[in-house]
């Protein structure tokens, strides 16, 4: 650590919702208080389960989980649910303003969503209220490059106890770390650390990251306990909170490939806790693997069978399986198997690509650059279809189709680009580039923009 701090400007933090925090958990304990009571005797004859995903979510709001007698029974629901809950979701647009393309999302709580953009802005939504706030970004020490308004905030994670929040700096090429649930800036990894824009963090535990950068580069960043738990008693003589400035404990580059040495640009990273390795996508079309320790030592390099615009990388932890989105497929990898034996699935979204992914469980979901969600079985190895209830009595060959969630419209700046390169297009469609759910409360938060680079706009919404 440098023994330098700097100032952060004046905010209003937003604080954690005492009601919202508080209701994901009420209903654990009343079922806590439910199964603390005397067990039924074991010749009592229990009543027949209910099985449908009404009475498991009924049961979840009046405790129904603690109740004995029911042993397996909410995780074979909860699987259900989880195959379910896609073609239930209902969308209600949120209002951004004239920000520019969100690339970012975590749930903070039950009703808040911390989001990064293009435009480098950080801000939390609350989804209920609609309400935003913008949080100060963190300045690089002493005078540096300024920021490039074209590359924004790319990510944002929370570390496993959900305690820190680690993003972008001021400098898009900078590494910058918030304590929960106040966002006081903590430290910012800037000199030291990358020379180009950070495309990806992950968190390998709770005081340790990595991030990867269009420089080609990962560093490993280890967060000292002390530094965050004093933070908040740091001030300057005008009152506020200050930083200190960090530099990385490891730092490794991409192999260059012979195919694309010029283009080694990490795009994202996943981490596996399970066997402590750290995947990374480059934008050559490579795959690596990392054993991640006290530094990084790579393991593999593998060429991908889809090699343009691989942008997105999640991973399965059930499963032991990597999946990484491309310009037309999602690609799945077991670095153990020599042979693959999942077959990519082709998104079939008209070349816009893959841009973003998440795994629960079984399902894989997928947004696109065309504005639409799908949702991939990876068991079945098939996409989950839509009900045969939901088509038209006189539509018999819709049943059966593929499940699709298409999002709304947005905002569009409809400035001199819009109008003379694109024609005046009334609609168009938004790039989904990032998506999280929050399934203790059944809900999915989904943002974008328009995919061109040169178009200005946003998307956000609450699928619940």
Known sequence: MSPQQTGSRKRKAPALEATAASSSSQGSAAAAADGDGPLPPKKQKRPAARRSLLHYLKGREVGARGRAGLPGFEGELRGYAVQKLPELLRERELALGTLNKVFASQWLNARQVVCGTKCNTLFVVDVQSGQITRIPLMRDRGPGPAAQPSCGIHAIQLNPSKTLLATGG?????????????????????????????????????????????????????????????????????????????????????PRASTNPGNRKVRALAFSGKNQELGAVSLDGYFHLWKARSTLSRLLSIRLPYCRENVCLTYCDELSLFAVGSQSHVSFLDPRQRQQNIRPLCSREGGTGVRSLSFYQHIITVGTGQGSLLFYDIRAQKFLEERASASPPSSPGLAGRKLKLTCGRGWLNHDDLWVNYFGGIGEFPNALYTHCYNWPEMKLFVAGGPLPSGLHGNYAGLWS
């Open 170 to 254: 001021e400098n898009p090429n900078s590494l910058a770390v918030y304590q929960l649930p106040t966002l006081d800036p903590v430290c910012l990894g800037d000199r030291h650390g990358h020379k180009d824009w950070i495309f990806a963090i992950a968190w390998m535990s709770d005081t340790v990251a990595v991030s990867g950068s269009r420089d080609g580069t990962v560093a490993l960043w280890r967060m000292d306990p002390d530094v965050f738990r004093g933070s908040i008693a740091w001030h300057n003589d005008a009152g506020l909170p200050v930083y200190a400035h960090i530099r990385p404990r490891d730092v490794e580059a991409i």
